[in-house]
């Protein structure tokens, strides 16, 4: 991965929909939650989204905190922090960090009701959007948001059927859109990233070479967790076919006659990072931005 750029087009018809149904609606919305995840939290913030969301205030949600390394994805917290964001970290496993959000949330309306008042107006709920690339967590957020399983209270005036209101409490109301990405992914250890974290769909990178740059990360920065998982103690990126043995033999990848069916072992190093199973990890470094 010494060549950082990269040329990943991978664009649905659904999400630029949904970039200009948001830039349509944005007018009616308060405040911007943009959720990522804590353990790609470069690769995973939407590169453009101030393009969409303007001058809004904005909460950076970092989900899966529980499933990151910590100590490098606080180092990204304070970076964000340091650029003049709000950040809460969020474990939904353990719903812990959902009432840093609401304190966020009044802290950074709290004017908005006083000028309402002001005018003669009735305070009213705020407003929020929800944003963030797919697979990050943001339907199981919305559900802690709540408190239940969420309920959709209709589409307002102008807003249509892809994005939906939903009533997270009296105070707040939450404008939920589908996942979206940015046109083209150009740096490669991110494309990687996305790829490896299931944030892009499986055929837009080869399955092979996504699972070899995870064991390739493992080994460069999580050498104890590669061993603890796989019980490789060496990879080669230029020689993978020792440490997919000796996962296919482990894992029971094998086709007739004994042979490692090497496919299936890419699928299950993928869906082993995916579910959290080989540990506490973060991919992303502070210099990939």
Known sequence: MNDNKTNINWYPGHMAKTRRQIKENINMVDIVYEVVDARIPISS????????????????????????????????????????????????INNKGINKIFEYTNELLKDL??????????????????????????????????????AIVGN??????????????????????????WPKIDNE??????????????????????????LDTLYT???????????????????VVPAYDIIGKKRGAIVSKGEVDYDKVSSIIIKDLRDGLIGKVTFDEVNND
């Open 189 to 214: 250890i991110q494309g990687y990233n996305l790829a490896s974290f299931s944030a892009i769909k499986e055929e837009i990178l080869p399955i092979g070479k996504v699972a070899c740059y995870i």
């Open 113 to 150: 009701n006083i000028k309402r008042e002001n005018k003669g107006l009735k305070p009213r709920a705020y407003r929020a959007l929800i944003v963030g690339i797919p697979n990050v967590g943001k339907s199981t957020l919305i559900n802690r948001l709540v408190g239940k399983k969420a």
């Open 45 to 92: 913030k939407i590169k453009d989204i101030d393009d969409l969301i303007g001058n809004k205030p904005k909460i950076i949600i970092m989900t899966k905190y529980d499933l990151c390394d910590e100590e490098k994805t606080n180092k990204f917290k304070s970076y964000y922090e340091s650029n003049g964001y709000k950040v809460v970290m969020v474990d939904l």
């Open 221 to 239: 920065n999580y050498k104890q967790l590669l061993f603890d998982r796989y019980g490789i103690d060496y990879f080669d990126i230029d020689d």
């Open 156 to 181: 307002k005036p102008g807003v249509t059927k892809s994005l939906s209101w939903i009533r997270i409490n009296k105070d707040i109301e939450l404008l939920d859109s589908p996942g979206i990405l």
